[in-house]
């Protein structure tokens, strides 16, 4: 569906078909840059590792052919982004503040995987760092003599729920209508032609 925006835009050309390829290649870059400035707070790591990926033959071959890893890997930077703001964030911080980046991240896990199923294994870092956050804030709580640790728990553990199993669940089984549309088959017929 990305690749077809291109093509929408620049016709059945292989520039169309590189376009969004290429695109999103470019925009991994400012990405890379901000989740790295954000892990190590200094600019001149930032910038060395920008450059290093920036200049990277592999990246910049498989965006410009047209490949669909680099949509997985676009998803993936982006999903790690919102999970490192979300485990940064301090143990006290009020829940309706931790629910933005938890959501982002796990919209773009979900796209991640409609993109590329190698995208689940990202999951598995996502889940460790989520581990993670939730066993520090545990302690915190614990440690300060804090009330409301349950609910807190709970309500996390249902939107997490949500935001990184029905979320992108809906979001691989949604990005097979305009396949099936391809084929002949209509939504307003339950998928059947």
Same mark, same amino acid.
């Given at each position: 569906?990305?690749?077809?925006?291109?093509?929408?835009?620049?016709?059945? %050309?292989?520039?169309?078909?590189?376009?969004?390829?290429?695109?999103?290649? =470019? *925009?991994?870059? &400012?990405?890379?840059?901000?989740? $790295?400035?954000?892990?190590?707070?200094? %600019?001149?790591?930032?910038?060395?590792?920008?450059?290093?990926? /920036?200049?990277? !033959?592999?990246? !910049?071959?498989?965006?410009? @052919? +047209?490949?669909?890893?680099?949509?997985?890997? !676009?998803?993936?930077?982006?999903?790690?982004?919102?999970?490192?703001?979300? +485990?940064?964030?301090?143990?006290?911080?009020?829940?309706?503040?931790? *629910? %933005? &980046?938890?959501?982002?991240?796990?919209?773009?896990?979900?796209?991640?995987? /409609?993109?590329?199923?190698?995208? =689940?294994?990202?999951?598995?870092?996502? *889940? /460790?760092?989520?581990?993670? %956050?939730? $066993?520090?804030?545990?302690?915190?709580?614990?440690?300060?003599?804090?009330?409301?640790?349950?609910?807190?728990?709970?309500?996390?553990?249902?939107?997490?729920?949500?935001?990184? @199993?029905?979320? &992108?669940? +809906?979001?691989?089984?949604?990005?097979?209508?305009?396949? /099936?549309?391809?084929?002949?088959?209509?939504?307003?017929?339950?998928?059947?032609?």
């Amino acid at each position: 569906a990305i690749i077809s925006v291109g093509i929408a835009l620049f016709g059945m %050309t292989p520039f169309g078909w590189r376009f969004m390829g290429t695109l999103f290649g =470019v *925009l991994m870059i &400012p990405i890379l840059y901000i989740l $790295i400035k954000n892990m190590f707070g200094k %600019t001149r790591v930032a910038v060395c590792a920008t450059l290093l990926f /920036a200049f990277d !033959f592999m990246r !910049f071959t498989q965006t410009r @052919i +047209a490949t669909i890893d680099t949509y997985g890997v !676009f998803f993936i930077l982006l999903s790690y982004l919102f999970m490192y703001r979300y +485990a940064t964030q301090d143990e006290d911080v009020p829940f309706r503040k931790t *629910l %933005t &980046p938890l959501a982002l991240s796990g919209l773009f896990f979900g796209i991640g995987c /409609a993109s590329k199923w190698v995208v =689940v294994y990202a999951g598995f870092g996502l *889940l /460790a760092l989520y581990l993670i %956050t939730q $066993i520090r804030r545990i302690l915190y709580y614990h440690r300060n003599e804090m009330p409301g640790l349950g609910g807190y728990i709970v309500k996390t553990l249902v939107f997490s729920v949500i935001f990184y @199993i029905l979320v &992108p669940a +809906a979001i691989y089984c949604l990005s097979y209508i305009p396949y /099936a549309y391809g084929y002949g088959y209509r939504l307003e017929f339950g998928m059947l032609r």
